[in-house]
């Protein structure tokens, strides 16, 4: 699929993601209708698709039908008309109050605000990044008065690193450990080509992230949303990352530190240069591929609650998976379970997923890190990153 066919796609899905926006409160099954059309769009296409775009374009179509599931769920307390309603309202009320005051189109309560169960110990690894999100961020949270007094108020985090390693899930257990609620936007959320639109949706939903704080914004594929201006064609994103510079430095300013933005990006080298001021992320962290020790506890997580051989050798598995991503890891322990799956069906008896499996499964993928990916980050790093 090339990239024109893959813009004329994002514009299809987006008008049909604004229909059944539309038609949420008024006629949800139709709603529910096109986000399932939308999934089933972007399923029939993704045979085409490189990796990269299969993996944002099927983001979208997951996000999709967790609002199917959504509207599904709300349609079905609503027929039984009590329980569920209730506690639902409980925990939107204040959502939905702060969107009805405001004359905004109701970005937050529409993203559904999350407070996240992943913890900082479902992450392996990654302990120097925990370090400093802790001491940086929840720290300052846990001591609201003397963080003021130290002038440490706002934090926005910038998180970068190769693909699968960990980013998406650190953002959600920062929304975890400090308890504040966490919205995910991506570009296909908020970019909108007619004029002024961009701009008036990235006012918007910074206006409104301060009428909900506390509360995380998480932007994701921040490349995409914060391109560097040099390399802009397009006339609506040569207006908004100017907007989207100048939402981020007010915010400083009118922010308690009760709204976090969080950015992730894997090609951080995409994002406009003046986005990478520490005036408007005080924290850039990259996130490391895994190293041995954390791949083996990776396999751990990904295989400790299937039918396993006993005594694993995870330490061997974490040492022969070099350049492979949590993400690849996950992929490679679902195949080598489908082996061992196919195995017992076969035989007609339960046969623990070996060892072996894993390793046939990790010779099946290939790793998605490679040497030149990494030094284009570390590259990356001397340039514009001050070591700290
Ligand atoms: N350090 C880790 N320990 C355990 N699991 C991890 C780790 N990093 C990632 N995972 C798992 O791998 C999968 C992908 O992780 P996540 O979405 O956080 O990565 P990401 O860096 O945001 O990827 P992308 O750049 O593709 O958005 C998830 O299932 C997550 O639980
Ligand atoms: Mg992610």
Same mark, same amino acid.
């Given at each position: 699929?090339?990239?024109?066919?893959?813009?004329?796609?994002?514009?299809?899905?987006?008008?049909?993601?604004?229909?059944? @926006?539309?038609?949420?409160?008024?006629?949800?099954?139709?709603?529910?209708?096109?986000?399932?059309?939308?999934?089933?769009?972007?399923?029939?296409?993704?045979?085409?698709?490189?990796?990269?775009?299969?993996?944002?374009?099927?983001?979208?179509?997951? !996000?999709?039908?967790?609002?199917?599931?959504?509207?599904? @769920?709300?349609?079905?307390?609503?027929?039984?008309?009590?329980?569920?309603?209730?506690?639902?309202?409980?925990?939107?009320?204040?959502?939905?109050?702060?969107?009805?005051?405001?004359?905004?189109?109701?970005?937050?309560?529409?993203?559904?605000?999350?407070?996240?169960?992943?913890?900082?110990?479902?992450?392996?690894?990654?302990?120097?990044?925990?370090?400093?999100?802790?001491?940086?961020?929840? @720290?300052?949270?846990?001591?609201?008065?003397?963080?003021?007094?130290?002038?440490?108020?706002?934090? =926005?985090?910038?998180?970068?690193?190769?693909?699968?390693?960990?980013?998406?899930?650190?953002?959600?257990?920062?929304?975890?450990?400090?308890?504040?609620?966490?919205?995910?936007?991506?570009?296909?959320?908020?970019?909108?080509?007619?004029?002024?639109?961009?701009?008036?949706?990235?006012?918007?939903?910074?206006?409104?992230?301060?009428?909900?704080?506390?509360?995380?914004?998480?932007?994701?594929?921040?490349?995409?949303?914060?391109?560097?201006?040099?390399?802009?064609?397009?006339?609506?994103?040569?207006?908004?990352?100017?907007?989207?510079?100048?939402?981020?430095?007010?915010?400083?300013?009118?922010?308690?530190?009760?709204?976090?933005?969080?950015?992730?990006?894997?090609?951080?080298?995409?994002?406009?240069?003046?986005?990478? =001021?520490?005036?408007?992320?005080?924290? !850039?962290?990259?996130?490391?591929?895994?190293?041995?020790?954390?791949?083996?506890?990776?396999?751990?997580?990904?295989?400790?609650?299937?039918?396993?051989?006993?005594?694993?050798?995870?330490?061997?598995?974490?040492?022969?998976?070099?350049?492979?991503?949590?993400?690849?890891?996950?992929?490679?322990?679902?195949?080598?379970?489908?082996?061992?799956?196919?195995?017992?069906?076969?035989?007609?008896?339960?046969?623990?997923?070996?060892?072996?499996?894993?390793?046939?499964?990790?010779?099946?993928?290939?790793?998605?890190?490679?040497?030149?990916?990494?030094?284009?980050?570390?590259?990356?790093?001397?340039?514009?990153?001050?070591?700290?």
């Amino acid at each position: 699929m090339g990239e024109q066919e893959e813009r004329e796609l994002i514009i299809e899905i987006q008008s049909m993601l604004e229909k059944a @926006k539309s038609l949420e409160e008024s006629d949800a099954n139709e709603a529910m209708k096109i986000y399932l059309n939308i999934s089933k769009l972007i399923l029939g296409k993704s045979s085409n698709m490189g990796v990269e775009s299969k993996k944002r374009f099927m983001e979208i179509a997951e !996000r999709a039908l967790d609002r199917r599931d959504f509207l599904s @769920k709300k349609e079905e307390s609503i027929k039984k008309g009590t329980g569920n309603k209730e506690t639902e309202k409980a925990d939107y009320s204040k959502y939905l109050k702060a969107g009805k005051n405001s004359e905004s189109n109701g970005f937050i309560v529409d993203l559904h605000p999350t407070i996240y169960e992943t913890t900082f110990q479902d992450i392996a690894g990654l302990e120097e990044v925990k370090q400093i999100i802790v001491r940086q961020v929840i @720290k300052a949270r846990e001591n609201p008065e003397m963080a003021r007094r130290y002038g440490i108020t706002g934090r =926005n985090i910038l998180l970068f690193g190769p693909p699968g390693t960990g980013k998406t899930s650190i953002a959600q257990a920062i929304s975890h450990e400090i308890s504040y609620p966490m919205v995910t936007v991506t570009p296909s959320y908020i970019l909108d080509s007619r004029f002024g639109e961009f701009e008036k949706n990235i006012r918007s939903l910074f206006e409104e992230a301060l009428k909900h704080a506390p509360i995380i914004i998480f932007f994701d594929e921040f490349e995409a949303l914060a391109p560097r201006r040099t390399s802009i064609n397009s006339s609506y994103m040569k207006r908004g990352v100017p907007e989207m510079l100048r939402q981020m430095t007010d915010l400083r300013k009118k922010n308690d530190g009760r709204v976090i933005i969080i950015a992730a990006t894997n090609n951080p080298w995409d994002v406009d240069e003046a986005m990478l =001021n520490p005036e408007r992320f005080d924290t !850039r962290i990259f996130i490391p591929p895994p190293d041995s020790k954390s791949r083996a506890e990776i396999f751990h997580i990904f295989l400790k609650d299937l039918e396993i051989e006993e005594n694993m050798d995870f330490e061997q598995l974490g040492q022969i998976s070099e350049g492979f991503s949590a993400a690849d890891i996950k992929y490679v322990c679902r195949t080598a379970a489908e082996y061992a799956f196919s195995r017992a069906v076969e035989m007609n008896e339960v046969s623990p997923v070996t060892a072996e499996d894993v390793i046939r499964a990790l010779q099946a993928s290939t790793p998605s890190i490679t040497d030149s990916q990494m030094k284009k980050y570390h590259d990356f790093m001397e340039r514009y990153i001050q070591k700290v």
